[in-house]
């Protein structure tokens, strides 16, 4: 016997399982606004790999080359248990993630955590408000970010479109660094003899060196596209000690978003990335399938005075062929190459670089501050420092090359910064009298003083809840002047102005943008130059700023803020986790 239900009994009976999907289900009622709690397993784990023609073993998560992608939509909430099977203490760090009032989340070694022991684990807590765009994870303690890093792709809210053209794909181009060595060994034996770690062996996209390096042709990342079509590339730096200028042969790219921050579209050849950085880009395929194959390059912006890894890397664009077309005819296509600037081409660099402006519509406002709190200067390069007593060093008169902030070179702790804070015992452990100011004034970009040692320590500045904060960074050539990509962690900043030459602070305040500066993460202070930005202290906690160059943060090129709890009871910072690893 068949029942036929009246259209009054269809519609209770449908309220009724949508009312029980509200109870039963609540998370499908919340996903829609609130954002939901997605699980990912990190398993550290070791893994052979073969580059360049030689396999190594090389620290990985779940033994994937890169790191598996993270995605998540804006408001979601992310646990992810990290689990540490091999021989090295390991922390994950989530790149340009705010982690607003969820600092225990952040990761850096003995800043916001201790390290995660082997056989240990620890879960990472936290939700994703008000961003969207790419970023990315990698390990934060020594050099094993060579190796530990993936993409971050934050989606918008469901039904929020993206403020350009809906691409019809979307793929992630991380630039990584290859040694054949080990890296671990390799920074170990630098700072234990006071020598410049040996520079890399090959660039990656997408941990693939491509056909200009030995016996790498079938190690080639290759995008396949259709004629007619937009597609948008999410874009990482994830190397360790070098800026990369990016090109695909023949193409132009539309830059739409940098640091997950939108920004004013426009069209460039060319992208300058520095490590730490992320960069959205369009490509719109041509109308017609070309005869010919574009190569996707990326090598080196180098300013600084030491060797580095002059090599390219190259992955394919390819356009996809129609059914009929024979493959014998695709081996004979050729391979257009990809012009790229100089090495040292550091007027491109700041050319591009100012490009980059925020949207500052109404949907996506420009929330710099207006009035400044407090204002630093702080001198960012490298000096030396004497070696340890039991050091046999490289270096004339027992000394080793160093890196420092206003002549502080930092000294790690061996306990968490955060922890030290939390709970009042921060004496013997840091103190928060970091210079505001370099200690004595020079010519930063002209002569260098006779006397370059760094002083060294565990130096803080502190500031209350909701300071507003003006910082000049000025690049000095001692040692040789170097472009220095600085990253702020828990804040985005905005990017004022720069300029080359010496900050003036009489004129120079004159030309910072404050309608539509950039808000990024992540900048490169010009080499023989300084920039201004500015941010709001609106997250208490303990917050790592440092040089991205791996090389230039292991010599000390470092510091931290320390942000005050608010009288609000969502001003303050989380307790801590039962897990929190221990040192």
Not at 53 to 70: A, D, E, H, L
Not at 291 to 315: E, H, L, V
């Amino acid at each position: 016997m068949v029942s036929v239900l009246t259209s009054s009994a269809l519609f209770k009976a449908l309220l009724f399982l949508s009312l029980c999907s509200v109870w039963f289900f609540p998370d499908l009622a919340l996903a829609k606004h609130a954002g939901i709690t997605r699980h990912y397993k990190f398993n550290i784990k070791m893994q052979n790999v073969t580059r360049l023609c030689q396999t190594k073993s090389i620290v990985t998560v779940n033994g994937q080359f890169p790191g598996p992608r993270i995605i998540a939509r804006e408001g979601d909430r992310l646990l992810i248990k990290v689990v540490n099977h091999v021989q090295y203490n390991v922390t994950i760090h989530w790149h340009g993630i705010r982690q607003l009032r969820s600092g225990w989340a952040d990761g850096p070694a003995y800043v916001t955590q201790c390290p995660i022991q082997t056989g240990q684990s620890y879960v990472y807590n936290f939700t994703i408000t008000g961003q969207r765009g790419t970023l990315f994870w990698h390990a934060h303690i020594s050099w094993l970010r060579a190796t530990l890093y993936g993409p971050i792709v934050i989606l918008p809210k469901r039904h929020a479109s993206y403020p350009f053209p809906q691409p019809f794909k979307e793929f992630p181009i991380v630039f990584g660094e290859w040694w054949k060595a080990d890296t671990e060994t390799i920074i170990n034996q630098a700072m234990a003899t006071g020598g410049a770690p040996n520079i890399s062996d090959a660039f990656t996209i997408n941990g693939l060196p491509g056909p200009s390096y030995n016996c790498s042709a079938k190690e080639t990342f290759k995008l396949k596209v259709k004629p007619g079509k937009t597609y948008l590339l999410r874009l990482v730096n994830a190397a360790l000690n070098e800026e990369l200028f990016f090109r695909v042969a023949n193409h132009t790219l539309t830059v739409v978003e940098a640091d997950a921050v939108y920004v004013k579209p426009f069209k460039t050849d060319i992208v300058l990335i520095t490590p730490g950085q992320t960069t959205n880009v369009l490509l719109k395929a041509k109308s017609k399938t070309p005869n010919a194959k574009f190569a996707m390059s990326a090598r080196p912006y180098a300013t600084g005075p030491a060797t580095f890894d002059n090599t390219t890397t190259i992955g394919i664009l390819e356009y996809k062929k129609s059914a009929s077309a024979s493959s014998s005819n695709n081996m004979n296509i050729p391979l257009l190459k990809a012009k790229l600037p100089q090495f040292n081409d550091t007027t491109y660099a700041m050319k591009f670089n100012q490009k980059i402006r925020s949207l500052a519509t109404r949907k996506f406002p420009v929330k710099v501050p207006k009035k400044v709190d407090r204002r630093f200067f702080f001198t960012v390069g490298l000096g030396i420092l004497p070696c340890s007593k039991n050091q046999t060093c490289q270096g004339p008169n027992n000394i080793r090359p160093a890196a420092g902030i206003n002549n502080v070179s930092f000294v790690q702790p061996n306990t968490a910064l955060l922890q030290a804070h939390f709970f009042n015992r921060s004496k013997g452990v840091y103190t928060t009298n970091f210079p505001t100011n370099p200690p004595f004034k020079f010519n930063y970009t002209g002569t260098p003083p006779k006397n370059i040692m760094l002083d060294s320590g565990t130096k803080l500045v502190s500031l209350n809840y909701n300071t507003s904060v003006e910082l000049v960074m000025q690049d000095t050539s001692i040692l040789g002047a170097e472009s220095h990509p600085l990253h702020l962690h828990g804040f985005n900043f905005f990017v004022l102005a720069q300029g080359i030459g010496n900050f003036d602070p009489k004129r120079d305040p004159a030309k910072f943008n404050l309608v539509d500066p950039a808000e990024r993460n992540t900048v490169g202070v010009p080499s023989g130059g300084w920039v201004a930005i500015r941010f709001l202290a609106d997250n208490p906690g303990v917050w790592f700023m440092h040089c991205h160059l791996e090389v230039h943060t292991s010599w000390g090129l470092k510091m931290a803020w320390v942000v005050n709890d608010g009288k609000g009871p969502k001003q303050k910072l989380m307790p801590p986790p039962a897990d929190l690893p221990k040192c």
